[in-house]
């Protein structure tokens, strides 16, 4: 039988794989609208910055979740956390500019904009736990 304690540290493994997934999942979507955007210089620099700033978040939250420390995970997630806004920066960017059609807008920035709320929240949480 399972303790309370196992079931709890579970739980929080499912939900930062999930966590992991989405991140990944929104780098590949945004990857994907890229690669089908104009050819122009324009594109070309947007296109650059979203997909570092989105593959950063992702990469660094998996690294974050694999810190040695508290001060490491605090570190790394206040990057996630600056790409992950960066990330909706670069959303909106895109569909000012009349780049992407208002439903793959509203459908990404929702998904960025919960990621950037969770990684705020973890990052607030590990800096009141110090």
Do not use: H
Not at 26 to 35: H, S, W
Not at 89 to 96: C, T
């Amino acid at each position: 039988m399972e303790k309370s304690g196992d079931l709890v540290e579970n739980k929080r493994f499912e939900f930062i794989k999930q966590v992991q997934d989405r991140s990944k999942v929104l780098a590949l979507e945004i990857i994907k609208i890229c690669d089908n955007l104009p050819s122009k210089r324009s594109t070309s620099v947007i296109s650059y910055q979203i997909i570092k700033s989105a593959t950063s978040q992702a990469a660094n939250y998996r690294a974050a979740c694999r810190a040695r420390s508290g001060a490491e995970f605090f570190s790394k997630m206040s990057i996630v956390v600056e790409e992950a806004d960066e990330t909706c920066f670069w959303l909106e960017l895109l569909f000012e500019a009349q780049l992407i059609d208002i439903d793959t807008f509203q459908k990404l920035f929702k998904e960025s904009e919960e990621l950037l709320s969770i990684f705020s929240t973890a990052r607030k949480n590990a800096k009141l736990n110090k």
